[in-house]
């Protein structure tokens, strides 16, 4: 029975990971659950054992990424200071974006994914209450556009051309170019 | 004669303006030559006799940002120094995009806009002239992630949260922002 589980699971993280690679390349609406399974190596009734439909799969990727943002959300509103907040914001989802690195370029360019991300509520009230503890740095107008040159520049940072980076590298590149825009110093200690 | 050239010509950027706010609402492959007819209030072959194929039209509505592009780029290489170089580059980046405020979004997040882009090979050579100018001002990866940042940021600052401000006070914001984002200081006089 445990071992049954284990391989259940196991199989289907390995859809997932095939999912993955292949909306990265072939997009979203241009991958088919036989495609998925030809990469795995398994027939289509194999996946379709676990998803039924590509956008069960889509919803399958995206949900870590989206328990991630909540926490990360989370955590950083829990900091005392609006400075903190913004803060661990940055940090939160710049590590969130570089642990996601082969999902950025879809979650912000594939028209698939984004329809599918737009169609769940939660993913734009996240979206609000991040921008708010980024934003709240310089209340008004001036906040906003930071707010939203930092999240759309962060995906731009791990363009093609910062594929070949060591994680650590692009995280605290991205972070440093951040606070800048941002106004923000690094927190003590770090300077 | 000069009656009738003016007349052809007027009829000609009614078509593109009509154009670009059809891509921006319906996206490039959503948009037919019949509707942009029907937006301008006139037949499909008036249309014809302008543009064979909708992208042609995307072609005329490219033509003068590709142009503006080409020019600022030329007007920050024609500067000494690196730092002039960089800051002329995002000034007149920054004035080209807010000058296209509509056409933005379709530029860096159309899939149709984004194919034909990549398929002229001048505007992969002006972005590497592009990104080499900002880049240069912290020579090394954290030059490229910064230039990418602010380029990606530019267009995200510039999300539809921003659409009812003033151009001049949309611009100024992108400036400052990119400015701290490069570690470059606004020349003498505009501190």
Same mark, same amino acid.
């Given at each position: 029975?445990?071992?049954t589980?284990?391989?259940?699971?196991?199989?289907?993280q390995?859809?997932?990971?095939?999912?993955?690679?292949?909306?990265?390349?072939?997009?979203?609406a241009?991958?088919?659950?036989?495609m =998925?399974?030809?990469?795995? @190596?398994?027939?289509?009734?194999?996946?379709?054992?676990?998803?039924?439909?590509?956008?069960?799969?889509?919803? +399958?990727?995206?949900?870590?990424?989206?328990?991630?943002?909540q926490?990360?959300v989370? +955590?950083?509103?829990?900091?005392? @200071?609006?400075r903190?907040?913004?803060?661990?914001?940055?940090?939160?989802?710049?590590?969130?974006?570089?642990?996601?690195?082969?999902?950025?370029?879809?979650?912000?360019g594939?028209? @698939?994914?984004?329809?599918?991300?737009?169609?769940?509520?939660?993913?734009?009230?996240?979206?609000?209450?991040l921008?708010m503890?980024? +934003?709240?740095?310089?209340?008004?107008?001036?906040?906003? =556009?930071?707010?939203?040159?930092?999240?759309?520049? =962060?995906?731009?940072?791990?363009?093609?051309?910062?594929?070949?980076?060591?994680?650590?590298?692009?995280?605290?590149h991205?972070?440093? +170019?951040?606070?800048?825009?941002?106004?923000?110093?690094?927190?003590?200690?770090?300077?």
């Amino acid at each position: 029975m445990v071992v049954t589980a284990v391989r259940a699971a196991d199989s289907r993280q390995r859809f997932i990971d095939a999912a993955i690679s292949l909306f990265a390349r072939h997009s979203f609406a241009g991958t088919s659950l036989q495609m =998925i399974a030809d990469e795995v @190596g398994v027939t289509k009734s194999a996946v379709h054992h676990h998803f039924r439909t590509r956008e069960e799969l889509l919803n +399958a990727v995206i949900e870590p990424v989206l328990g991630g943002l909540q926490a990360a959300v989370e +955590a950083a509103e829990g900091q005392r @200071g609006r400075r903190a907040r913004a803060e661990r914001m940055l940090t939160g989802v710049v590590d969130l974006a570089v642990r996601n690195r082969m999902l950025v370029p879809m979650l912000v360019g594939d028209p @698939g994914a984004i329809e599918m991300l737009r169609s769940r509520t939660e993913v734009g009230e996240l979206a609000n209450r991040l921008n708010m503890l980024l +934003a709240d740095i310089d209340p008004g107008v001036g906040g906003w =556009i930071k707010a939203d040159m930092v999240m759309a520049g =962060i995906a731009g940072g791990m363009s093609a051309r910062t594929s070949g980076l060591d994680d650590d590298v692009l995280r605290r590149h991205l972070i440093e +170019a951040s606070r800048r825009t941002l106004g923000l110093r690094a927190p003590r200690g770090l300077r």
